[in-house]
């Protein structure tokens, strides 16, 4: 699908239904729970290195100047930096957090539609769509400091349309991703409220998993991802007959 038919689909389409969403998204998430804790274990191995580079600068000036850091004094040069640092760092964690989230809602999707099919959460790595993530990563980027910018309630705005971008990177690959950003403000736009109520809402119950020793938050947060596919399926939907 193009953008111009993805878009007059969700015009013609009906509002998304927090409830029914909401409703589905759990019976969906006892199918894929461990998946959903696997990219999130993913996850961390992956950005973890990135992390530890940010801050090699001020481990460095540790070693060299310890007295400078035991006294809270960050040497310029260090501080240039990790300043230097910081943005490519962003980056780097958006684009690959994109790529395993579209890998995982295309997961959704096969434990969905009951397709036999092997998890590939190395989806977007291979082939060159590594590319493609590259540069969603850095509209999304870019957008969220015009969110932050715009004293902060432009970024209450933006959450909803940037929820959606993994949904369109992971069942619209045809798209550039220029326009995946154009489809997924066409659908956030029309949805704003559900959505955001739906991401606010689902969000605050994988949260719960803290009161289970903390470490059950590393099995439910990833309950918060799956309402996205719904609102594609819902608010888009698919070109195979079911």
Request: one cysteine or more; proline letters at 4%.
């Amino acid at each position: 699908m193009n953008l111009e038919i993805i878009t007059e689909r969700i015009k013609s389409n009906v509002d998304l239904s927090f409830g029914d969403i909401f409703s589905k998204s759990f019976d969906l998430f006892k199918k894929v729970w461990l998946q959903g804790f696997i990219v999130l274990l993913l996850t961390f191995v992956i950005i973890l290195p990135f992390y530890i580079i940010l801050y090699i600068p001020m481990i460095a000036a540790g070693i060299t100047d310890s007295e400078a850091i035991r006294n809270n004094e960050l040497p310029p040069m260090v501080a240039i930096a990790m300043g230097i640092l910081a943005p490519v760092i962003a980056i780097g964690v958006s684009t690959f957090a994109l790529a395993l989230n579209a890998a995982f809602l295309k997961i959704c999707r096969q434990k969905d539609i009951g397709e036999e099919a092997s998890d590939d959460y190395f989806y977007f790595f291979k082939e060159g769509r590594l590319g493609k993530v590259f540069i969603l990563a850095l509209y999304t980027l870019g957008l969220s400091i015009l969110g932050l910018l715009a004293c902060g309630v432009g970024l209450i705005y933006i959450i909803v349309p940037l929820s959606l971008i993994p949904a369109f990177l992971a069942f619209s690959e045809e798209l550039s991703p220029l326009e995946m950003v154009k489809a997924s403000f066409a659908l956030g736009n029309k949805n704003w409220l559900v959505i955001f109520g739906l991401v606010l809402v689902t969000g605050i119950v994988a949260e719960l998993g803290f009161l289970l020793c903390c470490v059950g938050v590393l099995f439910t947060a990833m309950l918060s991802k799956v309402p996205t596919y719904y609102m594609y399926k819902d608010g888009v939907g698919f070109n195979e007959i079911e």
